[in-house]
C-alpha cells in the first residue's frame, strides 16, 4: 500500500550553502565560541517550486538584521514542485535551517535543512525510572512522528539501539504522541507529513565501584 505521507526533505538549493557575515548575533546565541544553532521559517513555495512567502518563526530569538540576512538566502531555495492531480501545486512547508555559529568572527554557516510540518506544541513524558536507575549508559532515541492533516502525531514510532530499556522506547511514544503541528499544505489544503525528533539520553554513572576480588567477600 502506497504511503500517504511525505518523508522529510531537504532543500534542493546550493545556493543557500555558505558562510553569512553578521555584526551582532541576537540573544539565542550561545556564549561559546562555536555554537550549533537552528532557527525555523513558514515557507511557501509556488507551482514553479520558488518561494513567495517566508515567515520567521520566533521572531524573538534573533535580531532583526539576521532574520533579514536568513529571509534574502531562503529567497534564493528551489524545490521540486509539489502534485496534485498530475499538475503542479503550490506547497506551504517548515523550513528548518541548522547552523553553524561562529561567535568569534560573527558568522553564521547553513549546514544542512529540512522541510517538515511546524511543532506548535511539544511535550515529554515522565522519564522511566527503571532507565534513571540503570547507571553509565547512553544513546540517541529516534522518534518519528506521522502528522495528520488534524496537526495531531497520529502514528508514533520509535527507533534505538539494542539494549536500551524498552521503557523508553514507550517514553518516545507517550512523549511524541502529545505533540501539535502546523501541517503542511498543498494547494492551500493539509496533507500528511512526517516529522523525525532525534534526542540524546544519558544516564550518570555514580555508582561505586568495589575492586575487592568476589572470593573475598
Keep these: 500500500m502506497m504511503r500517504r505521507w511525505a518523508r522529510s526533505s531537504r532543500l534542493a538549493a546550493l545556493a543557500l550553502a555558505g558562510v553569512m557575515q553578521f555584526g551582532v548575533l541576537g540573544t539565542a546565541s550561545a556564549q561559546e565560541v562555536h555554537q550549533a544553532l537552528n532557527v525555523w521559517f513558514d515557507v511557501l513555495f509556488d507551482e514553479n517550486g520558488q518561494v513567495t512567502d517566508i515567515k520567521p ?16 538566502r531562503l529567497q534564493k531555495a528551489r524545490i521540486q514542485p509539489r502534485q496534485e492531480e498530475g499538475r503542479n501545486a503550490s506547497f506551504r512547508t ?18 544542512s535543512m ?3 510540518p511546524i511543532p506548535t506544541k511539544l511535550y515529554f513524558a515522565a522519564y522511566p525510572k527503571d532507565a534513571a536507575e540503570n547507571a553509565g549508559w547512553e544513546g540517541e532515541l529516534k522518534m518519528i512522528c506521522r502528522v495528520g492533516t488534524d496537526g495531531t502525531c ?3 514510532t520509535v527507533e534505538m539501539p539494542a539494549g536500551m ?3 523508553v522506547r514507550r517514553f518516545g511514544r507517550a512523549s511524541m504522541e ?9 494547494n ?3 496533507v500528511e507529513g512526517e516529522y523525525v525528533h532525534l534526542m540524546r539520553l544519558k544516564t550518570t554513572d555514580d555508582l561505586p565501584v568495589d575492586f ?4 573475598k567477600l
Design 178 to 186: 502529545q505533540w501539535r503541528f502546523k501541517p503542511q499544505e498543498v
Design 165 to 167: 530499556p524498552e521503557s
Design 57 to 72: 518563526i520566533d521572531e524573538a530569538s534573533q535580531s532583526a538584521a539576521f532574520w533579514r540576512q536568513m529571509t534574502a
Design 114 to 116: 529540512q522541510m517538515v
Design 188 to 190: 492551500g489544503k493539509p
Design 212 to 215: 575487592r576480588e568476589p572470593r
Design 94 to 111: 517548515g523550513v528548518q535551517l541548522f547552523l553553524n555559529v561562529d561567535k568569534e568572527k560573527s558568522t553564521v554557516a547553513i549546514g
Design 154 to 156: 497520529v502514528q508514533a
